[in-house]
């Protein structure tokens, strides 16, 4: 069937022009662009713009806490058709077995998922994942039609030092003339240089201009990240003109579902409308030049024979979506998502995603010290993923080492996938809690659980309140918790509709910042990636601090005793 889109302003992606034109689809391709009279369906979008569906270049859909299909329902009204997606998070749980589970739960959807396969499993060798991937592991994945390459490339030192399962793992990925996603956030020089070097095209992960621009210049993409924890969009708003802008992406990477309702790429394009920024060219980064880097030709355009993924707005600079298209069926209507069916998931990979919590029973988070000894402190920095080290001063006789009148409270990562015990302990600034205590099953890469509080009472209380739970985020204060929102799909997921979800995640929030966390930190976004071993400088894991820069694991005190 044919239908006819008429009296739009289509905005022409490979020109930056935006001009009145109808549009005939027809059934999943667009037919023509120009003057038509007659189809099978005629509809009148006098007003209004048409641009392509927006394309996610770089997103974990686990860390939207969403199964595929709600993560569907929040993002489309968006104006968002298509995603390319790391599963890293639930392969760091739960193997290969994770991959195929999203892999089946995106079948069949009002967008298309994408997948890059997951290059650092786990992240390094100082993480303790519920898996290890080979290369051997990852071939089998090659040959479904939805993988476009190989996902972030996280562990650069041992790209740099080229060593055998990184570089086994990039080559399969080149011989197939495939995609190979970058994570060097800082890296610069001839380390870059040979990094790059390497085969990898691209760089989600900077934090400002120049680093950005290094990468440009030297053949790399950069992924512009506007996320819940990394907002970096204002401080690369340069990139969004010539020479830079058409080496560029938008992404969003890390989102939880409260922001993600409010907006997904379209919030970005909005954002840099609103500093001053040509909207086309937003656009333009979050289509075809997306589609263009993942060779995903035929996509991203409003142009004869092109996949009719379009949407209709109302207001360009503001990116007010009223209808959505998806493989030329209207699947968005004037703002509210037309109902669809989710796909059936294997039973025994439900089974194996819905198991996979096994945390020894904490006892405490005491740390055996006495009197007044020089600490390293993890230190938090506002909208950036980085941390600093902070040497201080810290009193054990005190609160064992808390200090919440100076920002400093306890944090730990307690091993969850076999069992071992292990745990890492230390202390946090930066956060802002003055009470109780906030947990997470969502640490990155390898989801171990991690609790920050200022109370080790409650920092028990919160760790066996996840662990009940199967995985999940609390907020703890004298022993009760004050909210939670089980996450019992990977400990990372929930099953329940994307708006409750919502819900449930700002409730979380308005508790935490109920225990003096400024409501300008969203609590468990920056909490999770403080376990992440391949951001500098200094993270916690279950073996204790982490010198990222170095590669080595550090004592908490540094008092030589």
């Known amino acids: 069937m044919k239908t006819l889109l008429k009296n739009g302003s289509v905005v022409n992606v490979f020109t930056g022009e935006v001009t009145r034109a109808d549009v005939l689809l027809d059934g999943e391709r667009i037919l023509g662009v120009g003057e038509y009279e007659r189809a099978d369906l005629v509809r009148d979008l006098t007003g209004c713009y048409l641009c392509?569906?927006?394309?996610?270049?770089?997103?974990?859909?686990?860390?939207?806490?969403?199964?595929?299909?709600?993560?569907?329902?929040?993002?489309?009204?968006?104006?968002?058709?298509?995603?390319?997606?790391?599963?890293?998070?639930?392969?760091?749980?739960?193997?290969?077995?994770?991959?195929?589970?999203?892999?089946?739960?995106?079948?069949?959807?009002?967008?298309?998922?994408?997948?890059?396969l997951p290059s650092c499993v786990p992240s390094t060798e100082f993480d303790e994942a519920g898996a290890r991937l080979t290369a051997a592991d990852l071939e089998p994945f090659y040959s479904h039609p939805r993988v476009l390459g190989l996902a972030e490339v996280m562990d650069y030192p041992a790209v740099i030092a080229r060593e055998a399962d990184a570089m086994e793992k990039i080559e399969a990925a080149l011989a197939r003339g495939l995609?190979?996603?970058?994570?060097?956030?800082?890296?610069?020089?001839?380390?870059?240089?040979?990094?790059i070097a390497a085969g990898i095209g691209d760089d989600h992960e900077c934090s400002s201009v120049e680093e950005a621009e290094e990468r440009i210049r030297k053949g790399q993409r950069v992924m512009i990240r506007q996320g819940t924890a990394a907002k970096n969009l204002e401080t690369l708003l340069p990139l969004f003109e010539e020479p830079w802008a058409h080496r560029c992406m938008l992404v969003t990477d890390d989102k939880h579902p409260a922001d993600l309702l409010r907006g997904h790429l379209d919030e970005s394009i909005r954002l840099a409308a609103r500093a001053g920024k040509n909207p086309v060219t937003g656009i333009r980064m979050a289509t075809?030049?997306?589609?263009?880097?993942?060779?995903?030709?035929?996509?991203?355009?409003?142009?004869?024979?092109?996949?009719?993924?379009?949407?209709v707005l109302g207001d360009l600079a503001d990116m007010s979506v009223r209808d959505v298209y998806c493989a030329g069926v209207r699947v968005v209507k004037d703002g509210r998502m037309e109902d669809f069916k989710p796909p059936q998931v294997a039973a025994a990979l439900r089974n194996a995603v819905y198991s996979a919590f096994q945390m020894r029973p904490v006892e405490h988070f005491h740390i055996e010290a006495q009197g007044r000894r020089r600490c390293r402190v993890i230190k938090l920095l506002k909208g950036e993923l980085l941390t600093e080290e902070?040497?201080?001063?810290?009193?054990?006789?005190?609160?064992?080492?808390?200090?919440?009148?100076?920002?400093?409270?306890?944090?730990?990562?307690?091993?969850?996938?076999?069992?071992?015990?292990?745990?890492?302990?230390?202390?946090?600034?930066?956060?802002?809690?003055?009470?109780?205590?906030?947990?997470?099953?969502?640490?990155?890469?390898?989801?171990?659980?991690?609790?920050?509080?200022?109370?080790?009472?409650?920092?028990?209380?919160?760790?066996?309140?996840?662990?009940?739970?199967?995985?999940?985020?609390?907020?703890?204060?004298?022993?009760?918790?004050?909210?939670?929102?089980?996450?019992?799909?990977?400990?990372?997921?929930?099953?329940?509709?994307?708006?409750e979800l919502a819900r449930r995640n700002e409730q979380l929030r308005k508790r935490a910042y109920a225990l003096g966390i400024p409501e300008e930190i969203e609590p468990f976004m920056p909490l999770a990636f403080l376990s992440l071993p391949v951001i500098p400088h200094l993270k916690m894991t279950t073996l204790g601090l982490l010198n990222v820069d170095e590669r080595r694991l550090v004592p908490l005190f540094v008092d030589g005793m």
């Open 52 to 116: 392509p569906g927006l394309i996610d270049g770089h997103i974990h859909i686990e860390s939207t806490m969403l199964l595929p299909d709600e993560f569907a329902r929040a993002a489309v009204p968006h104006g968002t058709t298509a995603v390319v997606a790391d599963p890293h998070e639930i392969a760091n749980v739960c193997g290969a077995s994770g991959i195929s589970f999203l892999l089946e739960a995106s079948e069949s959807l009002p967008l298309t998922v994408y997948f890059t």
């Open 179 to 195: 995609v190979i996603n970058g994570h060097a956030p800082l890296l610069t020089g001839r380390a870059l240089d040979r990094y």
């Open 288 to 311: 075809l030049w997306a589609a263009e880097h993942f060779g995903l030709k035929r996509m991203g355009a409003i142009a004869p024979g092109y996949w009719a993924d379009l949407v």
């Open 390 to 499: 902070w040497i201080t001063e810290l009193d054990f006789d005190r609160e064992n080492g808390v200090d919440v009148e100076r920002d400093i409270v306890k944090l730990a990562v307690v091993e969850r996938h076999r069992g071992t015990g292990h745990r890492g302990l230390g202390f946090l600034s930066g956060l802002g809690l003055k009470y109780g205590a906030i947990a997470s099953s969502v640490s990155h890469d390898s989801h171990n659980l991690i609790v920050a509080g200022a109370d080790e009472r409650d920092m028990v209380y919160a760790a066996e309140r996840v662990s009940a739970l199967g995985g999940g985020c609390v907020v703890v204060r004298d022993g009760k918790t004050l909210a939670e929102l089980p996450l019992p799909v990977a400990g990372l997921m929930s099953d329940r509709p994307a708006d």
